[in-house]
């Protein structure tokens, strides 16, 4: 089970954590009265600070006749620049400014050196032997210091606002020191503007001269090269160059064409043997000729009619011999033009080469000219650049100098008080009810936690939630703590029985009658499947109740079924006293010992509705007893003849009686004293009784203080009664 439970998807028990609160709810609230009395004293007995507060707008650019922006570097209103003004408004020299302004040493507020504050160093003087007068600077360094941590700087998101606040006793200096820190800061820069513009103008004036003679140097080199150079205008002489070069890249580019065209022809005509008519017929360019195509259409005619005469004629006739003769006239024609058009190619081809020669010189000589000209032009225009930047210099120079000098006696701050401070009416320090607030919070929180911790740290098992949560075993029921009346115990002290033990039979106390009522049940149902006629009862130590709940659950048991109560705790036997038998009067031992005395060992008690076997007289040796074959049989002789045998057997912890009885019986019931017990010694006694193989039914959480566990929120209010109970002492 506490496998499955370990398996199990843990869920947040927010009920469990607020019952802690209210278990410890009446600490809690008394360490938070305490605490925020304490911090409503110390409150009350602190000095009373006042603030003052002025708004100061910074601007980005300053109001100016003239333009001269670059002489003093001031930028638009970027982050980086508000920035800057603001640490400057945090310099301890502006701080130092405002104590010199407004007289502060003289305040024993900030002095730490004042006459109010003589007997505070002369006692510093005798325990560190510093008994000399300080000087005057370092007199105003700890008041600038002091002053220095009272101002506090708060820019506004997204404005060119900021909020300057002095904190003070007085609030009549809470003030003048909010409107001071501002007047000091805008004195502050204007006077760096003044001294920038008196510095900025006698740097202008002597770099003037310089410039001036850089520039006169320049120009003339300018000149000195054009007439070098015999330059009028080398922009359209650089045009003229490059149309030059593109018209004749154009006709190279054609002359290459026709040459690379006749190229093909030419290297055909060269590679025949012969200039004969066949050969020259297989050239393409001879036979596609419209001249040989024209010529070669007679031949062919003359051809057909040599064919036709030759069938009417013999080769002698003079008709054929005509034919024949035009026939061969046309051929030679044809021979001789083909003659002349490969001579033409031949020519064709060398004029075109030489061509291409000639265009591809003229071009290599063109670039050569525009090299020629780019280099003159980029001297040139190194030249000319030197002369245009220094003459602007020069001219931004002078114009700065007549800028400065007509703006010298004109400056205005970049900042202006928008709201200057007030005299402040109400302390801002302390916040009585912030602080007490605080406090009251602190000290809950502080309480809370510190509850957490010691439910952490209190490891007993106080409630069925602590039974789930750190035993992961099942809860066969809730046993209510009751104690007795002062009347009661007195009663009680004269009896030789222990009340508490009958209290189920006498039914004293409904709620308590009750509780073993639903622990009967649990167990009924338990042994539904496998039924557990032999139930022990034991718990981790002595003390915690579980004589009283054995005796009590047999007689819940006597009510329905013939059931036995067995005292198996020999060494420290408490059922025949506590039930009126005579203590040391035959029992278990006994019975172990001597079989045949089984009938006079058992004891009858009627008005319980029980038979007992007490543990009889103390052996020597218990568990040897126990684990002998008398005991076995003793055991197996009982379950015939009662339906219902409860053994209250010895702690887990003190011995072994109660693991090897364990073995022998159908089940186990585990006592717990409820916020008593150890959950390690209650998970120790229960691995125990687990790795023996025994059947541990559950667990009987005794003696629950019903009323507070109620209090807490537990569901405990069905148990209640007028008897007490308390452990047996």
Known sequence: MQSMSNTAVEVIDLTYYWQIIRRHGKKIIALSAVVGL?????????????????????ESQEAKVLSIEEVYGLPSASSEYLLTQFEILKSRELARRVVIDLGLVDNPEFNPYHELNKKSFSLKGILFGEGEEPAKEEVLSATTDRFWKSVTIEPIRKTQLVKLSVDSESPEIAMKGANALADAYIESQLEAKIGLTQKASGWLSGRLG?????????????????????????????????????????????????????????NQLHNLEDKSYESLSSLPNIINNPLVVRLRESETSSELKVSELSKRY????????????????????????????????????????????????????AKSRARLINRTEFQLNEYQREVDANRDLYEAFFT??????????????????????????????PNNKLIVLL?????????????????????????ADDVDRKLGVSLLGLLPLISFSTKEKKAAATEETDRLVRAFAENKDSGFSEAFRTLRTS??????????????????????????????????????????????????????????LTVGSMGLSSAVAYPDTLDECIHSVPELGIDV???????????????????????????????????????????????????????????????????????????????????????????????????????YTHYSGAYAYSSDK
């Open 38 to 58: 304490v911090a409503a004293l110390v409150s009350l007995a602190m000095t009373p600070v006042f603030r003052g507060k002025s708004t100061l707008l910074i």
């Open 210 to 266: 310089g410039l001036k003679e850089r520039l006169d140097e320049s120009e003339k080199k300018l000149q000195d090269y054009r007439e070098q150079n015999n330059i009028v205008d080398v922009a359209g002489v650089s045009t003229l160059v490059a149309k030059e070069i593109d018209q004749i890249t154009q006709r190279l580019v054609e002359a290459r064409a026709k040459r690379i065209e006749l190229e093909s022809a030419y």
């Open 314 to 365: 013999g080769p002698l006739h003079p008709r054929m011999i005509a034919a024949q003769s035009d026939l061969e006239a046309v051929r030679d024609s044809v021979h001789n033009q083909m003659g002349r058009i490969a001579n033409s190619i031949e020519n064709d081809f060398n004029v075109a080469r030489s061509k291409e020669s000639s265009l591809q010189s003229a071009l290599e000589d």
């Open 400 to 429: 700065r100098i007549r800028e400065t000098s007509a703006t010298g006696d004109l400056q205005t701050a970049n900042a202006r008080v928008i709201d200057p401070a007030v005299l402040p009416k109400s302390p801002v320090k």
């Open 439 to 463: 406090a009251l919070i602190g000290s809950a929180m502080f309480g809370i936690v510190l509850a957490f911790l010691l439910d952490v740290l209190n490891a007993t098992i106080k409630n």
């Open 523 to 580: 167990l009924t149902l338990a042994g539904l499947e496998h039924p557990a006629n032999v139930v022990l009862i034991t718990s981790s130590v002595p003390g915690e109740g579980k004589t009283t709940t054995s005796a009590n659950l047999a007689e819940a048991f006597g009510q329905m079924e013939k059931t036995l109560l067995i005292d198996a705790d020999m060494r420290r036997p408490t059922v025949a006293r506590k039930l009126g």
């Open 613 to 715: 076997i007490p543990s009889g007289p103390v052996p020597p040796n218990p568990l040897e007893l126990l684990a002998s074959k008398n005991f076995r049989h003793l055991l197996e002789s009982l379950k015939t003849r009662y339906q219902r045998i409860i053994i209250d057997s010895a702690p887990m912890h003190a011995v072994s009686d109660a693991l090897y009885l364990s073995t022998l019986t159908d089940g186990v019931v585990y006592v717990v004293k409820a916020d008593a017990t150890k959950d390690k010694s209650v998970n120790a006694g229960i691995q125990r009784l687990t790795e023996s193989n025994a059947r541990v039914l559950g667990v009987v959480l005794n003696q629950v203080n019903v009323e507070k566990e109620a209090r807490y929120g537990g569901h």
